[in-house]
């Protein structure tokens, strides 16, 4: 049953590819390198493979005060961030974080289309490591190929079972630390050791060890074209502006084999010697000669793998480059193409994050670690006491978010005479929260109805740590 046709230009001519619904999956053998070193995109991926990997795995061994550095405690519900320690009402802090990774997802992708996909989606990033993984135990591309298509041997068993022993090993631990992040890890390591894990722990460390070796062993390419939605609306965010790898037809068609020693222009032909090579790194599998395609997330392999392949034919590099849609058409000079990447929509995008950014940080910065809540006693409003004097009974909802003992001071003002007659002083513990009576007095002569007072709770520890909170002191009607 026919699904969809899908028309492209290739070497001047239309043709037609058609596509069948359940068509069975064929498998993709990407090359890992062309010639004896990683190109410069493919250098920059690893780069980022490396710090991502490192900031995943090794976050939640690290120690402060005394803590796991990063530690999201939903039990308790605090989240530890190095020194930072978050309440169920900083919830505005985690909108910001949401707001400011949906506008740098715009602003990327405006400027350079799939960046995030290519370099640091955690699909394509496991995805990689997965296939170095396979690469190590069963060879590149042709010894791969090769396996597939020989039969079942010793060798064979050996080598799959090995392969497939390496990626549960580290989908594993990847679920292992996922879960550290939420249960301290020492703790955590200590029950996986002794088969001691509560459930939801265990199911976690298993789903997410399955869910990675799953879309990373076997699904790879088909979670990018099929189960992420970015590769559907993409095309909505891109501009004939936006740089994305494009192959430049007009330079490289009509394609045909030859070499450096062959006049090329000579024989009437293009640059793109038709080696196939771009094809070959691809880890989608897409033939990037063919225009842009939704499947293409712009790892720009095939660019490594084409400029090798200039260099080997001594011709200039860029047959295949990020480029814009408007710099091949109108044959745009560099610092042309950037000047229009710059365009108004971009601008708008980066000034609104890097306002969000600004305000955000700004916020985190003159944060006080204490907040304090007035709620009014509604067992006893307002009564009488000795000498005629009007007290309201008051409850504080004190919370030190700092990491260290606090002993807090309270006192209060707004009316003549006003005082506090419970205790002033009191001390909470490191990242808690505790309620305090407070009893207030008037002067007799206090006006009847609803007067402004203000409650202000002080740290005798640090003088910058104090909160002042506005409430009413209700006088008698005699």
């Given at each position: 049953?026919?699904?969809?046709?899908?028309?492209?230009?290739?070497?001047?001519?239309?043709?037609?590819?058609?596509?069948?619904?359940?068509?069975?999956?064929?498998?993709?053998?990407?090359?890992?390198?062309?010639?004896?070193?990683?190109?410069?995109?493919?250098?920059?991926?690893?780069?980022?493979?490396?710090?991502?990997?490192?900031?995943?795995?090794?976050?939640?061994?690290?120690?402060?005060?005394?803590?796991?550095?990063?530690?999201?405690?939903?039990?308790?519900?605090?989240?530890?961030?190095?020194?930072?320690?978050?309440?169920?009402?900083?919830?505005?802090?985690?909108?910001?974080?949401?707001?400011?990774?949906?506008?740098?997802?715009?602003?990327?992708?405006?400027?350079?289309?799939?960046?995030?996909?290519?370099?640091?989606?955690?699909?394509?990033?496991?995805?990689?490591?997965?296939?170095?993984?396979?690469?190590?135990?069963?060879?590149?591309?042709?010894?791969?190929?090769?396996?597939?298509?020989?039969?079942?041997?010793?060798?064979?068993?050996?080598?799959?079972?090995?392969?497939?022993?390496?990626?549960?090993?580290?989908a594993l631990?990847?679920?292992?630390?996922?879960?550290?992040?939420?249960?301290?890890?020492?703790?955590?390591?200590?029950?996986?050791?002794?088969?001691?894990?509560?459930?939801?722990?265990?199911?976690?460390?298993?789903?997410?060890?399955?869910?990675?070796?799953?879309?990373?062993?076997?699904?790879?390419?088909?979670?990018?074209?099929?189960?992420?939605?970015?590769?559907?609306?993409?095309?909505?965010?891109?501009?004939k502006d936006t740089l994305i790898v494009t192959y430049d037809t007009e330079r490289g068609e009509p394609r045909g084999a030859g070499s450096k020693s062959k006049d090329r222009k000579g024989l009437g032909l293009g640059d793109c010697v038709d080696c196939g090579l771009c094809v070959q790194v691809c880890p989608t599998g897409i033939d990037i000669r063919n225009g842009l395609q939704y499947e293409c997330i712009g790892c720009a392999a095939c660019i490594d793998a084409c400029d090798h392949v200039m260099d080997r034919t001594a011709q200039p590099r860029g047959l295949i480059r990020y480029s814009t849609t408007n710099a091949l058409s109108e044959h745009l000079n560099k610092g042309q193409m950037w000047r229009h990447v710059a365009r108004p929509r971009v601008l708008v995008y980066a000034t609104i994050l890097g306002a969000i950014v600004v305000g955000t940080l700004t916020a985190l910065a003159l944060r006080v670690p204490l907040k304090v809540d007035v709620i009014r006693d509604r067992g006893a409003l307002a009564r009488e006491v000795e000498d005629g004097r009007v007290e309201n009974v008051y409850r504080l909802q004190v919370m030190n978010t700092t990491e260290a003992r606090q002993r807090y001071e309270v006192s209060a003002g707004g009316l003549p005479g006003l005082r506090v007659a419970s205790e002033r002083q009191f001390e909470l513990e490191p990242a808690s929260t505790r309620t305090v009576v407070l009893r207030l007095q008037a002067d007799a002569g206090v006006p009847p109805g609803a007067q402004r007072v203000d409650i202000e709770v002080r740290s005798t520890n640090e003088a910058r740590l104090h909160v002042r909170e506005k409430t009413t002191f209700l006088g008698l009607r005699r």
């Open positions: 049953m026919k699904s969809d046709v899908e028309v492209a230009a290739s070497a001047g001519a239309t043709h037609e590819v058609v596509l069948r619904l359940y068509e069975k999956r064929k498998e993709i053998y990407p090359r890992a390198r062309i010639g004896d070193s990683l190109g410069w995109f493919q250098k920059w991926r690893w780069a980022l493979i490396w710090l991502t990997q490192l900031v995943f795995y090794g976050l939640p061994w690290l120690v402060w005060n005394d803590r796991q550095a990063v530690l999201f405690d939903l039990g308790a519900r605090k989240f530890y961030i190095f020194g930072l320690v978050l309440w169920p009402q900083d919830v505005i802090y985690l909108t910001a974080i949401l707001i400011i990774s949906a506008l740098s997802l715009f602003l990327f992708t405006a400027v350079a289309g799939r960046l995030w996909c290519g370099y640091a989606c955690p699909q394509t990033v496991y995805t990689e490591i997965f296939m170095w993984i396979e690469r190590q135990i069963e060879g590149d591309r042709a010894k791969r190929m090769a396996l597939d298509r020989a039969p079942w041997t010793t060798g064979k068993v050996a080598r799959k079972v090995g392969k497939h022993a390496a990626w549960i090993a580290l631990w990847t679920g292992f630390t996922f879960v550290g992040f939420f249960t301290p890890i020492r703790e955590l390591g200590t029950a996986v050791a002794t088969l001691s894990t509560g459930p939801w722990e265990s199911f976690w460390i298993l789903f997410y060890g399955f869910a990675t070796y799953g879309n990373a062993g076997w699904m790879r390419e088909q979670v990018c074209k099929y189960m992420c939605p970015y590769a559907r609306f993409q095309s909505a965010m891109f501009d």
